[in-house]
């Protein structure tokens, strides 16, 4: 779970930062950088991962040169920086299925990528990377969010070097320290100015728990694109059984957690009947000799129906209530737009979906808290303002600078008078800002 994200000189960014919470929905025009910070954490993900960073560079959407923030002079930044603030689970297993404790779960990993042309390349490598526990003092999110009778079973901080740390020679150059978890282990060094791979991404879970911990966290990181073409779709016998981005896995999954669990597949059921009270059951079936398989849907008039005829709303409400009832999701679910091809009535059934996925520190006890969970959505419709919890919107605009035109976030507070000082906006001055969106955007391109 991100609960602090900072960026600087990636897209529209400039000394961004914004407080997370566990259940976040940023809405604001289009063309102001929602989708920005979506790709800015998907980016973040990849570089966590097993990919170099021209391969992240390349997965990302845009060329790799237009990801630095373009200045109104015409020049690019040479430097991204990141920091992110994180909750992570207490244990972590590895591929072996060996299961380890991690030393601290309130984490801080920030990371510097200089881009530089070599050979007439543009190319860009790790100029810095920190990676160490959040201490108690300075972590008012967690004071302010999680419920001191809950704290301490989510909250554990070893007291100890950086797990990962930059240090300046004398030489002007730079080495990187991966530090191991046990008491006196040994560390790595890594020489700054050719690494093309984050430190992270390397971490072996046996001597470097805790930072193989926050890679699988960051890989756990998602944007979720549901394509309902692609949510029709059979799934494969080889397919992955963790949703894929578009949900083209969806038969998958299901079955899979149908496998897993007797008693997840009724659960989903529960769900989607509470929605669509005309439905009676669900299934997977087979539908070729190869192994592919298909979701099935009985309505209790006894007509059946395979996902190919299910409306675009029920398929992208099934795939979401899939992800709310298995076991093995967890992490960041970034998710844009949840009013696109939803009929108004449902809009507020999707989003209570997608506020049950989030994890609800206040509900939350005992010694083994649940899976990790947490949703962002980014919106341009002002029906969304009266169906999500006041406290967790963020207006999100552009800002004049003199390096130009950069996102920011405001929190949104349902009172009726306004803030004169810009620390929060009204529901009714998020509401007008929307309205005249399209008006906006005409002067603009009129240069009016």
Same mark, same amino acid.
């Given at each position: 779970?991100?609960?602090?994200?900072?960026?600087?000189?990636?897209?529209?960014?400039?000394?961004?930062?914004?407080?997370?919470?566990?259940? +976040?929905?940023?809405?604001?025009?289009?063309?102001?950088?929602?989708?920005?910070?979506?790709?800015?954490?998907?980016?973040?993900?990849?570089?966590?991962?097993? #990919?170099?960073?021209?391969?992240?560079?390349?997965?990302?959407?845009?060329?790799?040169?237009?990801?630095?923030?373009?200045?109104?002079?015409?020049?690019?930044?040479?430097?991204?920086?990141?920091?992110?603030?994180?909750?992570?689970?207490?244990?972590?297993?590895?591929?072996?299925?060996?299961?380890?404790? !991690?030393?601290?779960?309130?984490?801080? $990993?920030?990371?510097?990528?200089?881009?530089?042309?070599?050979?007439?390349?543009?190319? !860009?490598?790790?100029?810095?990377?920190?990676? =160490?526990?959040?201490?108690?003092?300075?972590?008012?999110?967690?004071?302010? #969010?999680?419920?001191?009778?809950?704290?301490?079973?989510?909250?554990?901080?070893?007291?100890?070097?950086?797990?990962?740390?930059?240090?300046?020679?004398?030489? @002007?150059?730079?080495?990187?320290?991966?530090?191991?978890?046990? *008491?006196? @282990?040994?560390?790595?060094?890594?020489?700054?100015?050719?690494?093309?791979?984050?430190?992270?991404?390397?971490?072996? &879970?046996?001597?470097?728990?805790?930072? $193989?911990?926050?890679?699988?966290?960051?890989?756990?990181?998602?944007?979720? +694109?549901?394509?309902?073409?692609?949510?029709?779709?059979?799934?494969?016998?080889?397919?992955?059984?963790?949703?894929?981005?578009?949900?083209?896995?969806?038969?998958?999954?299901? %079955?899979?957690?149908?496998?897993?669990?007797?008693?997840?597949? &009724?659960?989903?059921?529960?769900?989607?009947?509470?929605?669509?009270?005309?439905?009676?059951?669900?299934?997977?079936?087979?539908?070729?000799?190869?192994?592919?398989?298909?979701?099935?849907?009985?309505?209790?008039?006894?007509?059946?129906?395979?996902?190919?005829?299910?409306?675009? %709303?029920?398929?992208?409400?099934?795939?979401?209530?899939?992800?709310?009832?298995?076991?093995?999701?967890?992490?960041?679910?970034?998710?844009?737009?949840?009013?696109? %091809?939803?009929?108004?009535?449902?809009?507020?059934?999707?989003?209570?979906?997608? $506020?049950?996925?989030?994890?609800?520190?206040?509900?939350?006890?005992?010694?083994?808290?649940?899976?990790?969970?947490?949703?962002?959505?980014?919106?341009?419709? &002002?029906?969304?303002?009266?169906?999500?919890?006041?406290?967790?919107?963020?207006?999100?605009?552009?800002?004049?600078?003199?390096?130009?035109?950069?996102?920011?976030?405001? *929190?949104?507070?349902?009172?009726?008078?306004?803030?004169?000082?810009?620390? =929060? $906006?009204?529901?009714?001055?998020?509401?007008?800002?929307?309205?005249?969106?399209?008006?906006?955007?005409?002067?603009?391109?009129?240069?009016?």
């Amino acid at each position: 779970m991100i609960t602090r994200i900072e960026i600087s000189g990636f897209k529209s960014f400039h000394n961004f930062a914004a407080d997370l919470l566990p259940f +976040q929905v940023f809405i604001g025009p289009n063309g102001v950088g929602k989708t920005n910070l979506f790709d800015a954490i998907v980016l973040l993900s990849d570089l966590a991962g097993d #990919h170099t960073l021209e391969e992240a560079f390349n997965r990302s959407r845009g060329e790799p040169n237009e990801l630095f923030t373009f200045h109104p002079d015409g020049t690019r930044a040479n430097k991204m920086i990141f920091g992110v603030e994180v909750l992570i689970g207490r244990s972590v297993t590895e591929p072996g299925g060996k299961t380890m404790a !991690v030393g601290s779960t309130r984490l801080r $990993y920030e990371l510097e990528i200089e881009s530089r042309t070599e050979d007439g390349k543009e190319r !860009v490598f790790v100029q810095r990377e920190e990676l =160490f526990t959040l201490a108690d003092s300075a972590d008012k999110w967690m004071k302010e #969010h999680v419920p001191t009778k809950n704290r301490k079973n989510w909250a554990i901080r070893e007291k100890r070097p950086p797990y990962i740390a930059t240090q300046e020679e004398k030489d @002007g150059g730079a080495t990187i320290f991966r530090n191991q978890d046990a *008491p006196g @282990g040994g560390r790595e060094a890594f020489t700054v100015g050719a690494l093309d791979k984050t430190v992270l991404s390397s971490s072996n &879970p046996l001597r470097f728990p805790t930072a $193989y911990a926050i890679k699988q966290e960051m890989q756990n990181w998602r944007f979720l +694109q549901l394509n309902p073409s692609a949510l029709r779709n059979r799934s494969d016998s080889q397919a992955p059984t963790s949703l894929l981005p578009d949900g083209s896995n969806l038969a998958a999954v299901l %079955g899979r957690i149908s496998k897993e669990n007797d008693k997840t597949l &009724p659960g989903v059921v529960k769900d989607m009947t509470k929605m669509i009270p005309e439905m009676k059951t669900l299934s997977v079936k087979p539908v070729s000799d190869r192994g592919d398989s298909v979701v099935e849907v009985e309505l209790k008039d006894g007509s059946k129906f395979s996902s190919r005829v299910l409306s675009d %709303g029920t398929l992208r409400l099934l795939a979401l209530v899939s992800l709310k009832n298995d076991p093995k999701h967890r992490g960041v679910l970034c998710f844009e737009e949840p009013e696109n %091809g939803v009929q108004p009535q449902r809009l507020k059934q999707i989003l209570d979906v997608l $506020y049950a996925l989030a994890t609800n520190f206040d509900s939350e006890s005992g010694e083994t808290p649940a899976p990790i969970r947490q949703v962002l959505i980014n919106t341009h419709s &002002p029906g969304l303002l009266a169906n999500v919890p006041a406290d967790s919107l963020f207006f999100v605009s552009m800002k004049n600078d003199p390096k130009g035109r950069e996102t920011r976030v405001i *929190p949104v507070r349902p009172v009726l008078i306004a803030d004169d000082s810009d620390q =929060f $906006y009204t529901w009714e001055q998020v509401k007008q800002y929307l309205d005249s969106d399209p008006l906006n955007r005409k002067r603009e391109e009129l240069g009016l």
